[in-house]
């Protein structure tokens, strides 16, 4: 069966509405990421978004929630899964110090949301009109560099930029990980122009790892896919293999175990020794933060309990940063080995049915790895949503070979 990705802003009277409340909801984030508008609308918006999803589909679903026959339902309740791990780990720590706190809830609706999203919207959309939703996604990103870094656009400020220091772009801003994810999407779709699009504002708003990435997808795209293998990988929806999966997942299970022993003294040492390297130089800074935040919150606190010390510290300069920019190691401290177990096992059996969606999960893991990624909840909504079309397209096919 072969889609046709058309745009569709027209459809019936409450999906009309649903797309323009989608529309309001990314706009008005453009607008709160430009300063002109408070966070609160734009969340309002969101929120106002899943509830007509929810109550569309709990009327057609006489109430009832997961159904036989739902769309991405096992991969919501695995997100779900992580969203009560965290939930019961934290409190546990939190009533074992004595210091029940309310940002542990406020941390849990970046672990909320996306799913919860992807899951009432993917059941209450038409396959006419989802390809729509990604390019309102693109039109999000276009709007921002417009409004925000257009003025900008010269051939000397893209010179200025050196791959020896990481802020050298006047554009850098983290949604080069959303463009990233959009060249992806767009790929997938067919759309190579929205790809390329995609790929010089991600190379543009330069992170290192997504520059060179974002060139190297669009290249093994435009070069192999209609070869066999990716066409395989790519197009025909083929799973994961067990050995693949067992292997990233043991491998994100130490590294906060390792990430611990090289913040360590012992591990500075080394480095310097071994390399002649100077860690907190080549991390930009970030050892520093992760000592300065372990050697000085007390206890950590259960999830969300670090970004919280940080972003209520008397020193501006950590106040500004907010996070100790490695989530990994943010879950190892904050909700154990048992909550990065239970995080990257569900997160990995999500990922699984589709090579496609599991690169694209890797490199939310490479970014667990080295920045702050786990709040990044648009790039999250993006993922789980593109996550749930792909999967109900796999079983739109199946269920017609079957019936045929």
Known sequence: MKYKYKLNFFSTGLHNIKLLLFIMYNLTYVLYMTGFMSRSINFTL???????????????????????????????????????????????IQIWHGDVQLYLYT??????????????????????????????????????????????????????????????????????????????????????????????LCMLYFKRISFILSIVVYVVYILLINRKYFGKMFNKWQPVKKFIRYAVFIAMCIMPFFINWVVSDAGILFFRKRFDLNLNEFTTGRIGVIKYTIANIGHFNGYGSSDHFLTTSRLEVYRKLGSMHCDILKL????????????????????????????????????LIASHFLDCIGLFNMFFMFAAMVYAEKHTVLHSEITR
């Open 332 to 367: 190892y401290l904050e909700t154990t080995i048992v909550g990065v177990v239970v995080y990257i096992y569900e997160m990995v059996e999500i990922a699984k049915k589709n090579w496609l969606i599991f690169i694209m999960l890797m490199y939310i893991f490479i970014e």
């Open 107 to 200: 941390e849990l609706l970046y672990n909320i949301i996306p799913p919860l999203l992807a899951f009432f919207w993917i059941n209450t959309s038409y396959v006419t009109e989802r390809y729509t939703y990604f390019i309102i996604f693109l039109l999000r990103y276009t709007s921002y560099f417009f409004i925000a870094d257009f003025h900008n656009l010269s051939l000397s400020n893209i010179f200025m930029i050196s791959w020896d220091d990481s802020k050298s772009s006047v554009f850098e801003t983290p949604y080069a990980h959303d463009l990233f994810f959009m060249e992806i999407i767009f790929l997938y779709f067919g759309k190579k122009k929205l790809a390329f699009f995609s790929m010089l």
């Open 46 to 92: 969101l929120f106002v978004f899943i509830l007509v999803c929810m109550i569309e589909y709990m009327l057609k679903n006489d109430w009832v929630l997961g159904r036989q026959g739902d769309l991405f339902w096992p991969e919501f309740r695995k997100a779900m899964v992580i969203v009560f791990a965290f939930f019961l780990i934290s409190i546990s």
